[in-house]
């Protein structure tokens, strides 16, 4: 675990769970059920959709959101669903984007934050692809300092896997992670922090950049 993340993946869970209860935007609501589960929550949401797009359209129609909602237990009724639907089908065409879905689902980030969240990204995408694998980490990341490699439960590959499932989403581990789910992942973080300083003195002291 990177430092900081859990306890603030805690205090935005409980601060969701808290302005769910006071909000009325259905899109805001969504968001708000997301975080309550986390960082990882939007970027979840995001592999349940794409797990049920068969046709790789990238894009949903109004059962398909329907039905993706429940998969992953969201607490939304039909006429709330509509409303959210009708907000993203911009065109009126019946469906919906979901790259552009879960962009506007993530809280919104200052640019000073995505360019410190794309420089940690920078540092860490060694053959510069644009996805980081346990290859690239190799070079940056030393896992003997790790606990459970010192105590001999993991080797150096398992250290690795497991901090790249930190950004990859619970469902779907595939041990690669895109520049998409790096910034989900830490748009969930900067939920939880209030100020840009702050936010950005965290990315340093973490990533050392």
Not at 1 to 28: C, F, Y
Not at 181 to 186: H, I, S
Request: hydrophobic share 35%.
């Amino acid at each position: 675990q990177m430092p900081g993340t859990a306890r603030h993946d805690r205090e935005m869970a409980i601060q969701a769970k808290r302005n769910l209860s006071k909000t009325t935007d259905p899109v805001e609501r969504l968001r708000l059920q997301c975080l309550a589960r986390g960082s990882a929550g939007i970027k979840g949401l995001g592999r349940v959709f794409r797990i049920m797009d068969d046709d790789n359209s990238r894009t949903l129609d109004f059962k398909e959101f329907v039905k993706g909602l429940n998969d992953y237990a969201m607490m939304i009724d039909k006429e709330e669903a509509q409303k959210i639907f009708q907000i993203f089908d911009k065109d009126g065409s019946g469906t919906i984007d979901f790259d552009e879905f879960l962009v506007t689902l993530r809280p919104p980030m200052s640019n000073a934050r995505k360019e410190i969240i794309m420089q940690a990204f920078r540092k860490l995408d060694k053959t510069g692809d644009g996805i980081i694998t346990i290859e690239d980490l190799r070079g940056v990341y030393n896992a003997k300092h790790h606990p459970k490699y010192q105590n001999g439960d993991w080797t150096e590959d398992q250290v690795f896997r497991a901090f790249l499932d930190n950004f990859d989403s619970p469902y779907d581990k595939d041990g690669k992670v895109t520049t998409e789910e790096f910034m989900n992942y830490y748009a969930g973080v900067s939920a939880s922090i209030d100020t840009d300083v702050y936010f950005i003195v965290m990315m340093k002291n973490a990533w050392k950049l």
